[in-house]
């Protein structure tokens, strides 16, 4: 398809818990990309939303064609819903934003003319966080754990909100992996890329959907699909242990012909629940690395589209 058949730009928003904000973010992306082009795509995933978000999304269809509803069969989480809406965008440039507007459409215009300058992807920086105490700290905590397993430099700061180029979007949709981070993604492909600093604006309505333990359900999801961190440091661990364990062999026998003094019971069980424990605790690990490529194995595919609107 030739580029100029391609909408100026496609904006992807996933959906989840959002019937009461849908109608606000269709009107507030539409007067922000309206003072660019009226040649653009808005692209709504429902992601198996319990609410009447999908009924809300067909209603925006209905009244504007630049509205495509994709509603996902069930609930496959927000890193497929996003790949489901970039595989649908057409695009020359196709921006994604989270739903609850939080991610302030009226910074459309900035992402684009700033990745009019040559840039691939163009990253929202964030200045502050409207998010409760709790979340922030484990946002942080989140952030600096990620960073640190999988080597790469993750900024708590830097948001979902952001825009790709044709390339990038094309790039992105090869990837075929299971378990994915959209920003993960994103920095293991690399490309010319920058970002903008932007305000976090207050949650319009509901609260958000991630809770403290599901973001270390999703740290721990993605540490062990982009690392293999964790099974090095088991077996450095293991190292440091096996040497603690041949100094403290080499005591007990030296005190036993020196002093004959034998060890007693209680510190030989707690030297073995240790050893027992961190055993337990590798297999696990490595039980996850290979729970993980089973399901990689299994070929199934990443979302499943149950019905469509204007697309």
Not at 133 to 144: D, E, H, M, R, T
Not at 220 to 243: E, H, M, T
Not at 266 to 278: D, E, M, P, W
Request: glycine share 6%.
């Amino acid at each position: 398809m030739l580029k100029a058949e391609l909408p100026d730009l496609s904006i992807v928003s996933p959906v989840y818990l959002a019937e009461s904000m849908v109608n606000e973010l269709v009107a507030r992306i539409k007067e922000s990309t309206s003072k660019l082009t009226d040649d653009f795509e808005i692209i709504l995933v429902n992601d198996g939303s319990p609410d009447r978000s999908w009924e809300m999304i067909v209603a925006e269809c209905s009244s504007d064609k630049r509205v495509k509803g994709i509603n996902l069969s069930r609930n496959f989480g927000q890193h497929f819903a996003i790949t489901a809406g970039l595989s649908q965008a057409k695009g020359v440039f196709v921006i994604l934003m989270d739903c609850d507007l939080q991610d302030d459409p009226s910074y459309i215009p900035d992402l684009y003319r700033k990745a009019q300058e040559g840039f691939d992807i163009v990253y929202t920086k964030r200045s502050s966080r409207n998010y409760s105490f709790v979340k922030n700290a484990f946002s942080k905590l989140f952030y600096k754990t990620l960073s640190w397993i999988s080597d790469f430099d993750l900024d708590p700061n830097i948001g979902n909100y952001s825009i790709l180029s044709r390339k990038a979007v094309d790039a992105f949709l090869k990837f075929n992996d299971y378990r994915r981070g959209y920003l993960f993604v994103l920095k293991w492909i690399g490309f010319k890329n920058t970002s903008i600093p932007i305000k976090h604006s207050v949650r319009a309505k509901g609260r958000s959907s991630y809770s403290p333990l599901k973001l270390i359900s999703l740290a721990l999801n993605l540490a062990i699909s982009y690392s293999d961190k964790p099974l090095r440091i088991s077996i450095y661990a293991g190292i440091i242990f096996s040497i603690c364990s041949f100094f403290g062999a080499a005591l007990v026998i030296y005190k036993y012909f020196t002093e004959n003094v034998l060890a007693g019971w209680s510190s030989t069980l707690v030297i073995l629940s240790l050893i027992g424990g961190l055993l337990m605790i590798f297999l696990g690990i490595i039980g996850l690395y290979i729970s993980k490529v089973f399901e990689q194995t299994k070929q199934r595919p990443l979302f499943l589209i149950q019905d469509k609107e204007n697309t």
